[in-house]
Structure formats: structure tokens, C-alpha cells
């Protein structure tokens, strides 16, 4: 079954505490990447990588770290955590459209909502 | 700063009637938008794209009208089903090579039986 998925589903952390989310989709696609979905503000970009060893920076990176180390993987990495990182996170992939753009027909993950205290 | 947003936060619709989602963009260079449903619990899941070339695209009970004088669209979902109880997001991306897709905040739209 094509499919992203997200470990863990849910977490709760302390400030300061590093911890890792990780993204694995079985599809092959080239693009991945992470946005952040809080009340009011709908989903934000985070990183985004076009393929292996090829990320950039989304809307909101402050604060998290990505790596592109295999096609499968994408883990989002927060060093610090801080309370304003709380949120509900999604993993999403997709292949590279007709046009070079990534965003069509992207398949989202489950989501990892994040507790930071 | 460019955005995305949403006129109504919420629509409740009446079973078997059509509905209507609304979102302004105020980008004008965007030149392709996506719609997504997101049900409870769930990550979005892709609906329906239109390009800046075309102003109407339909899908299985879903058309996708683009107003590009008032940079405008609107997500048309015919004869409404508990099914379709869920947060639509539009989304905008402007020129090929150019990765990042923003966000509206959502309607909820609200199916009443």
C-alpha cells in the first residue's frame, strides 16, 4: 500500500529535550516535506527537499533541522524544543510534476502532534 | 506579505445540496492552486489543481472555478454527503521551480442530515 507515515503519532517533550520525527513513504517519490498546522494559521512549509541531499528552507525554519540522507527518509529535527514549537506536524511527498513543480497529487502522512512543556 | 486566506471559517450545508468554499489570494503571480480536504484526525488529502490558463475544472462532484481579475477561487462540491464533513484548504504556488506551496486557514464545512 502507498502510503507516508509518521512515528511517533503523538509525543510530549520538555523544553530543550532534542528529539526526532520521522518521515518514510514507499512510493519513490523525489519530494518531501515537512509543514506545521496550528489553529488559525493553517499549514506552514518547514523544509522541503527536492531529492537525496537537496533540502531548502520552507516558510517557517526556524528552529528545526532536516536531512535527505535516503529517498524513503525525512526526519525532521528539533534540537532545542521550545513551547512555540507545540503544534501538529505533517510529512508529505510527491513526485515531481510535469512541469518540475512537486506539489501535485502530494500524499500527507498521518500527522505527530507535539507537546513541548 | 503575500497570503492565502478564506472568507468564511465555517459553512454548514444541508444533505444533498451543493456547496461552496471560498478563497482570495492576493499573490498575483500565482499561477497554479490546489484544493485539499482534511478530515478529523487525518492529513490533507489532495481534491482537485487548476492552472492560471484555465478559469473551470471539474472532478467527480467537485469543480474548481478560478477568477483571476479579483484573484479569486472557489471549490463547487455538487449534492453534499456526510462524507464531505471536513476542513478545505486552498493553496497557492507560483513558477515552475519554485517548491513552496502556501496555505489558506480552512472552512470547515459542516454536512447537517
Known amino acids: 500500500e502507498a502510503q507516508v507515515t509518521q512515528n511517533p503519532r503523538y509525543l510530549i517533550t520538555v523544553t530543550g529535550k532534542k528529539l526526532t520525527v520521522t518521515c518514510s513513504q514507499n512510493m519513490n517519490h523525489e519530494y518531501m516535506s515537512w509543514y506545521r498546522q496550528d489553529p488559525g494559521l493553517g499549514l506552514r512549509q518547514i523544509y522541503y527537499s527536492m531529492n537525496v541531499e537537496v533540502t531548502d528552507k520552507g516558510d517557517v525554519p526556524e528552529g528545526y533541522k532536516v536531512s535527505r540522507k535516503e529517498k524513503r527518509n525525512f526526519p525532521l529535527i528539533l534540537e532545542s524544543p521550545s513551547p512555540n514549537q507545540t503544534s501538529l506536524y505533517f510529512c508529505?511527498?510527491?513526485?515531481?510534476?510535469?512541469?518540475?513543480?512537486?506539489?501535485?497529487?502530494?500524499?500527507f502522512g498521518p500527522g505527530t502532534r507535539l507537546l513541548v512543556l | 506579505g503575500e497570503s492565502v486566506g478564506l472568507h468564511l471559517p465555517t459553512l454548514s450545508v444541508q444533505e444533498g445540496d451543493n456547496s461552496i468554499i471560498n478563497c482570495a489570494y492576493s499573490?498575483?503571480?500565482?499561477?497554479?492552486f490546489i484544493w485539499y480536504k482534511q478530515e478529523s484526525g487525518k492529513g490533507p488529502q489532495f481534491i482537485i489543481d487548476i492552472r492560471s490558463n484555465m478559469d473551470k475544472r471539474q472532478g467527480q462532484r467537485v469543480t474548481v472555478l478560478l477568477n483571476k481579475t479579483v484573484k479569486h477561487l472557489s471549490l463547487q462540491i455538487a449534492a453534499t454527503q456526510p462524507g464531505d464533513s471536513a476542513v478545505y484548504f486552498c493553496?497557492?504556488?507560483?513558477?515552475?521551480?519554485?517548491?513552496?506551496?502556501?496555505f489558506g486557514t480552512g472552512t470547515r464545512l459542516t454536512i447537517i442530515p
Open positions: 493553496a497557492e504556488n507560483w513558477s515552475v521551480g519554485n517548491e513552496k506551496l502556501t
Open positions: 499573490n498575483s503571480a500565482s499561477d497554479y
Open positions: 508529505a511527498s510527491s513526485f515531481k510534476g510535469a512541469r518540475g513543480r512537486p506539489q501535485e497529487t502530494q500524499y
